[in-house]
């Protein structure tokens, strides 16, 4: 059954804005626990711009809700993660001129190295991820590197939903989601877990979700909007109930 992964970074966001204590994102997740979440999606990212060190720790300690750790693949973020033991952990791209992540991670470019991350946080007992493009070269290198999850990046596909004003049915609409579709197939076949995520939301989800084999969807910025007009449980109900359904039309 299709899972929910909720990113509660923006409400570090906004408590970092005011350099205060809250909202609080264990909090946050609790709350979004509550409202049907799976999984928990926190990035801590080197310049700590929004969640911290302590946000992670206390999420571990806690919370008893599976947690993701996004993270760059560097000495001190493996670290982190092979001491704090989240259950996943997805090695992502990160600049610090970017608002967010954009693109997926070129696995092919340091496939050494990345080798040597995976294996490490797998030793500790974390379930190893990569966050990449739906491209089928860097979905071989995922597996070579030995990642038990690829998480394709949804965002083109998105944007052109967006573009096109939200028309599911539109030419370059329909080919993004058969990038998708396509890229998952050979994730499957290599026998790693399809994931999927990145600029999802309420409108552009019912397609991402009936894809055969998609195992979890990670959304953050869509459910926190949202939250503030109908609060973080119900805005985390919605969209897992969108996806529930939209998962069972496609079987």
């Known amino acids: 059954m299709i899972e929910l992964g909720v990113n509660i970074d923006h409400v570090a966001t906004l408590r970092q804005a005011r350099m205060t204590y809250e909202p609080d994102p264990v909090w946050a997740a609790v709350e979004a626990h509550l409202g049907g979440a799976d999984g928990i999606t926190v990035h801590l990212r080197e310049d700590r711009r929004h969640i911290q060190d302590a946000d992670v720790r206390r999420l571990r300690e806690l919370t008893q809700v599976k947690l993701n750790l996004e993270m760059a693949a560097t000495d001190e973020m493996v670290g982190i993660a092979c001491s704090l033991k989240p259950e996943m952990a997805m090695l992502v791209p990160e600049g610090r001129h970017e608002i967010t992540t954009e693109g997926g991670l070129d696995v092919l470019a340091q496939e050494s190295q990345l080798k040597q991350v995976i294996s490490r946080l797998a030793d500790a007992g974390i379930v190893t991820s990569v966050f990449i493009d739906a491209d089928l070269a860097q979905i071989e290198a995922a597996a070579r590197i030995g990642a038990s999850v690829c998480e394709i990046h949804t965002g083109p596909y998105a944007h052109a939903f967006h573009a096109r004003g939200r028309d599911a049915e539109a030419s370059s609409v329909v080919a993004e989601l058969d990038n998708v579709r396509q890229a998952g197939k050979a994730v ?54 969108l996806m529930r359904e939209a998962a069972k039309a496609g079987k």
């Open 188 to 241: 499957r076949d290599l026998g790693m877990r399809f994931n999927a995520g990145h600029a999802l939301n309420y409108y552009n989800i019912a397609p991402i979700a009936r894809l055969a084999g998609v195992r979890e969807l990670h959304i953050g910025h869509a459910i926190v909007s949202r939250s503030i007009f109908v609060g973080l449980r119900e805005a985390v109900r919605e969209m897992k109930s």
